[in-house]
């Protein structure tokens, strides 16, 4: 079964925009990951927040953490077309052994 | 190459046959993961293995067979392929460090007739 669930599902806007994709989930979490999909290949990870932290920054990206609500944020500023792709939140949980369960995914379109 | 290979990329088969699907990584990781991928569920999770020799069941094993009897090569086998089992297959690994962040295969593309 899933743990994470994004929303929306679907999301497009034009370059120069903010584009913020919500995950929640359903049980106890060390960490909780972001990964990119672009079509057709592979998933890159993106950042990690550990249950302890409520926001990390990298570069354009911005997560955020609330673990009373089991929820999270990714926010891309300042969007490119080059960030059209699949994000996905993959949830680590205690004595998981680094397993990831990953929801279904948010599919971002930039438009230039 | 460095980094984390799958082949092939792209896979054809029948009902009833058996398939193996490569992964092999060069950063001599311990944990490697063999998840697949359908529309409108994400990725799940079918075998892991956190050292040679060491494997464990996903969420979704039934139907298919791993073994890892080198850190570098975690080969995925569908013993007898079904139709249910045509997806998009990636090989994940992950070190045993502080960083938890899984370094993904390109995918493989599985079709069975």
């Known amino acids: 079964s899933q743990q994470g669930e994004e929303d929306p599902q679907a999301l497009s806007i034009q370059e120069g925009e903010n584009a913020t994709m919500n995950c929640s989930y359903k049980t106890s979490i060390n960490n909780l990951q972001w990964y990119r999909q672009n079509s057709g290949r592979g998933l890159v990870h993106l950042i990690l927040?550990?249950?302890?932290?409520r926001e990390k920054h990298s570069g354009r990206l911005r997560v955020t953490l609330d673990t009373s609500k089991k929820s999270s944020s990714l926010l891309i500023t300042a969007s490119r077309a080059a960030d059209t792709a699949s994000y996905f939140c993959?949830?680590?949980?205690?004595?998981?052994?680094?397993?990831?369960?990953f929801g279904s995914g948010t599919q971002l379109t930039v438009l230039p | 190459d460095a980094g984390i290979t799958q082949s092939p990329r792209y896979k054809i088969t029948e009902t009833g046959r058996q398939v193996t699907l490569m992964c092999h990584q060069t950063w001599s990781h311990s944990y490697m993961f063999w998840y697949r991928q359908d529309l409108g569920h994400g990725l799940r999770l079918i075998y892991y293995?956190?050292?040679?020799?060491?494997?464990d069941k996903g969420e979704v094993p039934d139907g298919y067979v791993v073994s890892r009897s080198k850190t570098e090569n975690f080969p995925l086998t569908l013993e007898s392929a079904t139709r249910s089992q045509t997806s998009v297959y990636f090989c994940?690994?992950?070190?045993?460090?502080?960083?938890?962040?899984?370094?993904f295969g390109p995918g493989t593309r599985l079709t069975v007739l």
């Open positions: 293995s956190a050292a040679a020799d060491i494997t």
């Open positions: 994940a690994s992950s070190d045993s460090g502080t960083k938890n962040e899984q370094f």
């Open positions: 927040i550990r249950s302890n932290e």
């Open positions: 993959a949830t680590g949980e205690p004595g998981s052994a680094r397993q990831l369960t």
